[in-house]
């Protein structure tokens, strides 16, 4: 089985949790963010993660990790229920983490000097200039805040919940870009939160950044 995938891209970062969590072997691909070829000769359009099942090619991440908890220990049918309220969380989650962390990603090893270029000149289109998202940084700081006061309301320990879900993994996937913000620090409890679902899932976000 092969993750093609973005090191720095939360929604393969969902495949490799789950994957971990479950213990499955895998051959890990990371692709240059400019490499189109790979991606629309495998699936047809430009995206990741794509997953080669021993049968198959799947490439959304949620239906990559139904298929892969068969068993369902990630209580995937639970929260495959209520993905409608997360998918809201992780877009305004994602709203800020992304204007935050995407200046920085471009610097880390997953980047060169082309796929760099390719990557800011796709993202500024949504976004605005990169420079002015680093010049406006503390205000997207304060709505991330917010938003992550209201997520640790609802910690028990886990994401609405007594028991390790789906749901954990679809929040902390969002979350790690934050590691690389300088001047960014999660609160002690979501810190103390996303250090232990990276430990259930063996999952070492600096580990693959910066390798
Ligand atoms: N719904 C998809 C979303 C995947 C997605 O948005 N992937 C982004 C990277 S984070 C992508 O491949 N973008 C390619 C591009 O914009 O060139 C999933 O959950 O897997």
């Known amino acids: 089985m092969k993750l093609y995938h973005y090191v720095h891209c ?11 969590f479950l213990n499955q072997d895998y051959e890990s691909i990371v692709l ?25 090619v799947s490439n959304e ?16 049918t639970e929260t495959l229920n209520n993905i409608e309220n997360l998918n809201d969380l992780t877009a305004k989650i994602g709203k800020d ?7 920085y990603w471009i610097w880390t090893p997953e980047f060169n000097e082309q796929s760099r270029h390719y990557f800011q000149s796709k993202k500024e289109i949504k976004r605005g200039p990169f420079k002015k998202l680093v010049q406006e940084k503390s205000k997207f700081i304060k ?26 993994i679809i929040i902390a996937s969002h979350l790690w870009g934050m590691y690389v913000v300088p001047e960014f620090q999660f609160s002690p409890k979501v810190h103390a939160y996303l250090q232990e679902v990276a430990k259930i899932c063996k999952f070492n976000y600096h580990e693959d950044f910066w390798r």
């Not at 939360?10 to 971990?20: E, K, Q, S, T």
């Open 10 to 20: 939360p929604f393969c970062i969902r495949v490799r949790m789950a994957l971990g």
């Open 32 to 56: 240059p963010y400019d490499d189109e070829k790979t991606p629309l000769s495998l699936m047809g359009k430009k995206m990741l993660p794509i997953f080669s099942f021993t049968q198959g």
């Open 61 to 76: 991440s949620l239906d990559i990790i139904q298929r892969l908890d068969a068993k369902n220990l990630l209580q995937t």
């Open 97 to 103: 983490v992304h204007s935050l962390a995407m200046p």
């Open 143 to 168: 709505n991330l805040n917010i938003t992550l006061s209201e997520v640790e309301a609802k910690l028990k320990p886990f994401y609405e919940s007594e028991k390790f879900s789906l749901s954990d």
